[in-house]
């Protein structure tokens, strides 16, 4: 058996670590083990790291049991949902990674309507239950995501004009504490902790449970357009003057990419959840700026849109990513952006604007932790690449992406998008609810013990 390091870089005694593994009822991994390997492996092919231990959990009070084995044995502790995200704080050297991948569960109680989803699934887990009902809950635009991880850091999606950000549709959660406690956090039991954990995070336990609000979605209009890369400017101009008047039905965002053959292009994604009619007629105007290399945009299943963007996110290669907002996309901004993209070193690579009005800014600042509902557009820009050796060039053109962006910047960024970002810029994504939010990490995890995430320093 490996050994399992505490955070001062001495070992747990085996025995200690062997009488952890026989009470614990839940899947274990180690590095003497055969399938440690696959359990350590996530999305983001460019992180990788040798936990001392991995352990499965299949219910509220096994994370629990692992939280305290942690904190008895100062160990360092990732946790992982559904292992997407970017910066790779599902995983850790030596420590314990808690995986929460067994956990996929989704129930739905049509008469309410709510949906209740364990803290393993995946945003195509959710669809698949509540769309056997006509429902939806707002969430992201991959459907490989983890439901826990998006919520927390806001999550923003193809319902998010009409219905607002996935922790706006939360009603409750379960959460393990830092001390092991298993706590149930709504708005009027837990309610510090509830706001905190609508956009805080991970900073504030475990959560292994999510009851959320469900809403009558079933088909939706929506698809891509692809248009010739030289026409970027003309199109992303069309885009924004478009969607400022756009019904909150409708969410589009725009992207600089390329199509399977590699021909670079500028494409609009849209999802209208109305009706077939009304989406034609509403979309029209993105689906017809110039003449488009390929447009499919039609009436289908809102699983079916959740997926149609899984293709440009695939699993097992390198990521880099850093993104901003921009309060508006003026010409200098968008000439700019279209310059900066022409400079990718990877046909895979993708920046991405992602518009944040309509139902978003119907809830104040300070209502939640998430603050950025008045932010205009989110700029990502997201490297992706096969082989390591081409690494240094496609991170140096994000970097370098970022740098020229700068001027234009609203100096903040979506927590979920944060990757290898300073201390500073990681205070920043939480804006002007940073101070409320490390006063709560104080109350409910003043040693800072879950810190392998966007950290916030607990503060009385």
């Not at 997201?382 to 991170?395: G, Q, R, Y």
Request: proline share 5%; aromatic share 8%.
């Amino acid at each position: 058996m490996a050994s399992l390091k505490k955070r001062d870089g001495s070992s747990v005694a085996p025995a200690i670590m062997s009488k952890f593994i026989e009470g614990f009822a839940g899947k274990v991994f180690y590095p003497d083990t055969p399938a440690y390997d696959a359990a350590r492996d996530i999305w983001n092919r460019r992180i990788s790291k040798s936990p001392g231990l991995i352990v499965q959990c299949s219910s509220t009070y096994e994370i629990a049991q692992a939280v305290k084995f942690a904190r008895e044995n100062d160990l360092a502790v990732a946790v992982k949902g559904g292992g997407h995200n970017v910066a790779g704080h599902a995983l850790c050297d030596d420590g314990l990674v808690i995986d929460l991948s067994p956990m996929k569960q989704v129930m739905v109680d049509e008469d309410t309507p709510t949906v209740v989803v364990q803290g393993g699934a995946l945003l195509e887990d959710l669809d698949r239950a509540t769309h056997r009902f006509g429902l939806a809950v707002p969430t992201g635009v991959v459907s490989k995501i983890g439901v826990a991880g998006l919520t927390l850091g806001g999550g923003c999606g193809w319902l998010s004009r009409r219905y607002g950000l996935a922790c706006d549709s939360l009603l409750s959660c379960e959460i393990v504490t830092a001390q092991g406690e298993m706590l149930t956090a709504h708005q009027t039991q837990h309610a510090d902790l509830f706001w905190a954990i609508r956009g805080g995070a991970g900073n504030f336990g475990i959560v292994s449970s999510l009851t959320f609000r469900a809403h009558p979605v079933s088909k939706v209009y929506g698809g891509f357009v692809a248009y010739p890369r030289e026409d970027a400017v003309k199109v992303l101009r069309s885009y924004r003057n478009f969607m400022a008047h756009a019904p909150d039905e409708l969410t589009a965002y725009a992207g600089l990419m390329s199509t399977p053959d590699g021909k670079p292009a500028v494409a609009l994604m849209m999802c209208y959840c109305g009706t077939e009619s009304d989406g034609e007629r509403v979309t029209r105007p993105l689906r017809e700026i110039v003449t488009p290399l390929f447009s499919a945009v039609q009436s289908m299943p809102f699983p079916d849109m959740q997926r149609l963007a899984d293709q440009a996110n695939p699993e097992g290669i390198n990521n880099y990513w850093r993104s901003t907002f921009v309060k508006e996309l003026s010409d200098d901004v968008i000439e700019l952006i279209v310059e900066q993209s022409n400079r990718a070193e990877s046909p895979l690579s993708i920046v991405l604007l992602q518009i944040f009005d309509g139902a978003v800014r119907n809830i104040g600042v300070a209502d939640t932790a998430y603050p950025h509902r008045d932010a205009g557009f989110n700029v990502a820009i997201e490297a992706k690449w096969i082989e390591p050796k081409d690494s240094n060039c496609n991170i140096s053109w994000v970097r370098d992406f970022a740098s020229a962006l700068r001027p234009h910047s609203a100096k903040t960024c979506l927590v979920n998008f944060l990757g290898d970002e300073s201390a500073t810029e990681v205070r920043a994504a939480f804006g002007s609810n940073h101070e409320r939010l490390a006063q709560i990490k104080a109350k409910y995890d003043p040693t800072n013990f879950f810190r392998l995430n966007p950290n916030i320093e607990p503060k009385e």
